[in-house]
């Protein structure tokens, strides 16, 4: 019986080294969900977190395997999968993949928009390899997943990081399909949740820069929402907004702050 059960396993080990399995069934994000960890630190109750670069610097060729991983992805083998599988991938592409453009100048930078000058910025070099082709971090964000008419999904702003202070924090964990919608729902509130970027005072609402940024796709009609402040009204709870208070989100006459950006790299700081 073991002599069967090595035979078996020498000949499925033999099988992917010819034919790499990347349907959705077999592909894994394994190597980043360790990565991050090992490397991404919750502060703030997970409200924030800060990233070890150090950490990955150590363990880059697990990083350089991984990217790797994902550029074998064929395009007939992505376009098989569930949306929410393939929405995961690409979420988890471009996080990784801007880990990996830092990387490439750390320690010496401050922000990642000190990466290039426009027009040739860090969001414009076509540094990620999917599908047989080359992308920007802006093709994959704009392009593949917004721009694709496939997810109309406004809560991966709560997931794309941008290794930088403001943007809402990398999880510490990968994206996966099974559980994509409670990952995003979870980012969601711990973003609403944090009083350095979005609250309620004085009957005027201070919120990130995101929502305005990217208005548009919070008013394309996800779960019946068609505006930012019918966005905003699901998470009055979050925003500190006192849920028998007269102030009343539905009807879009509020005020509406929106807060300046920290483009400082989301580093680990002594803090």
Known sequence: ????KSIYSSFWAAV?????????????????????????????????????YDGFLKNKRILDNYLADLSA??????DSWKKSEQLAFLINAYNAWTIQVVLARYPDLESIREIGLFPFSVWRR??????????????????????SGLFEEPRIHFA?????????????EAY??????????????????????????DETLYVSRIFDWYREDFEKGWL??????????????QLGINLD????????DIRLNYLDYDWSLNRVTLD
């Open 126 to 147: 076509r540094v990620v390899e999917l599908f047989g082709d080359r992308y920007s971090l802006d093709e994959v964000e704009h392009e593949l997943i917004r721009g």
């Open 224 to 237: 019946g929402v068609d505006s930012v402040c019918q966005f905003l009204n699901a998470y009055r709870e």
């Open 73 to 78: 992805v064929g395009r007939p083998d992505f």
């Open 176 to 201: 996966v399909g099974a559980r994509l919608s409670q990952q995003l729902e979870d980012n969601t509130k711990l973003f609403l949740t944090d009083k350095s970027r979005n609250y309620f005072k």
């Open 245 to 252: 208070s007269n102030f009343c989100l539905q009807t879009d």
């Open 160 to 172: 794309l990081n941008c290794a930088a202070v403001g943007c809402p924090a990398l999880r510490p």
């Open 16 to 52: 992917l080294l010819v034919f790499p399995l990347t349907c959705s069934a077999h592909f894994t994000h394994e190597k980043w969900d360790r990565l991050l960890k090992d490397h991404v630190i919750s502060i703030r109750d997970a409200q924030v977190t800060q990233v070890d």
């Open 1 to 4: 019986m073991e002599k069967l």
